[in-house]
Structures are given as C-alpha cells and as structure tokens.
C-alpha cells in the first residue's frame, strides 16, 4: 500500500513538472491559465497522498486553504483576461 | 461593454460566508494546531477580494462600511496593549496568562490572553491588506 502512494505522488510531481513546461511555454494566455489551476489541484493532490503517507489528519486544512487561494487567482486572472480590468470602481457605467 | 456575470455573483454570494467561517475556524485552531491570526486574517481579505471581483469597490463599500485603516489601529491597539498589561502585573513584557474556565455551552475551556493577541494581529493583517488592495484597484 505504500508503495501504490509513493508511485501515486512521484507520478503527481512528474505532472507538476509538465504543467510548469506549460506554463513556460503555453502559446496563449489561457493555456497558462489552465495550467496553473491545474497545478493547484495537483498540489492539493499530493498533500492528500502526503497525509495517508504521514497518517495524519493536520494537512485537511492546507488542503481547503490552498483550493480556496487557487480557485480565487483563477477567477482574478479569467476576468483580467476577459475585461482587461480586475477590481472596477463603479460597474453600472 | 456590458458582460453577464450571474454565475461568478451568485456562487460569490455563497462562496464568501464559507470562506469567512473556515477563516473564524482558523483563526480558533491556531493556538494548538496549524492556523492562528495571520492565516486567518489573509483568508478573510481573500473572501472581500472575491466579494471585490465579483462586485465593484463602491458596492463593498457600501456592504462593509468600514474604514479599514481604522481597523488596523484597532488591532495594533488591542495587540500592544495586551503585551503592555503583563508590565502592570510585574511579569516580563509580552508575558501571558491563562486559566481553565466553565463557560455554559462549551463546558470546561481554558481561555488565554493570547488570543487577544490574535485577534489583534487578525485585525491589523485584514485592514492592512484591504486597504493595500482598494489602493491599487481604485484607481481605474
């Protein structure tokens, strides 16, 4: 059984590591959006892994606080990309 | 250019009251487990700038009336000041005091002047990085 979560969190870190070379080198904008979402739901994956490994229930709450940041920068950076602005003075205009 | 935005406000409107609770959860686990008031008080202006993103600087205003520089000198305020008491009762500075209380709902619970503490550093993080980010997002 812990040998299946080594393997589980190496193959969780090796997608890191493609989704950093995505958002190095994504064509576009969104693509690099995608990504570093994707690499939030990645670390919240492998502090999952981490906690069975450690056996330990401490890390829930990393857990929540990294899936609240992330989903927070990634609604930030979609309305920067579909307005050009992030935080509006007045909106009715 | 008008957008259609229900989707983000109505999820923002939900979104915010969970973000605000594990932020209070925090802010009480952090004496004998990870948290404390710096994390809470960052989760907390995490949930006005989604309120912010969601609405627009002068509708926040209007839901949070507050002054948020006030804020911090509250919480710099309450926090010096309960590391100032420990000087009044001959202890060193920043000495902290705690007993085993028997509240009514919570049964028996020890209660320290730390937490005062805490609340004060929760303060002074909310109002500081409120105000920081209505300083970079006002002027459009």
């Known amino acids: 059984m812990t040998t299946f979560i080594w393997v589980c969190l190496i193959l969780v870190i090796l997608s890191i590591v493609g989704l950093l070379y995505r958002v190095y080198r994504g064509p576009s904008v969104p693509d690099r959006l995608v990504a570093l979402d994707a690499i939030g739901v990645m670390l919240i994956s492998a502090i999952a892994l ?30 920067f990309i579909e307005k050009g602005e992030i935080i509006e003075r007045d909106r009715t205009s | 250019m008008k957008t259609n935005d229900v989707i983000l406000q109505t999820t923002t409107k939900l979104v915010f009251f969970i973000i605000f609770l594990f932020s ?12 404390g008031g710096f994390v809470g008080g960052l989760l907390t202006t995490g949930a006005i700038v989604l309120l912010l993103l969601a609405f627009d600087l002068k509708t ?17 305020l309450l926090a010096l000041g309960t590391a100032a008491g420990s000087i009044f009762f001959n202890v060193p500075f920043f000495t902290h005091a705690f007993d085993d209380f028997t509240l009514p709902l919570f049964g028996t619970t020890s209660l320290h002047t730390a937490m005062i503490f805490d609340a004060g550093v929760y303060l002074v993080v909310v109002g500081a990085a409120v105000t920081m980010i209505q300083t970079i997002g006002g002027d459009a």
Request: glycine share 10%; charged share 5%.
């Open chain 1, 50 to 79: 981490l906690s069975i490994l450690f056996d330990t229930g401490f890390f829930m709450e990393v857990i929540l606080l990294i899936a609240i940041m992330s989903f927070i920068g990634t609604v930030s950076f979609s309305k």
């Open chain 2, 60 to 76: 926040v205003q209007k839901a949070l009336p507050f002054n948020f520089t006030i804020v911090t000198g509250i919480g710099l």
């Open chain 2, 24 to 35: 209070i959860h925090i802010f009480f686990a952090g004496h004998y487990t990870p948290g």
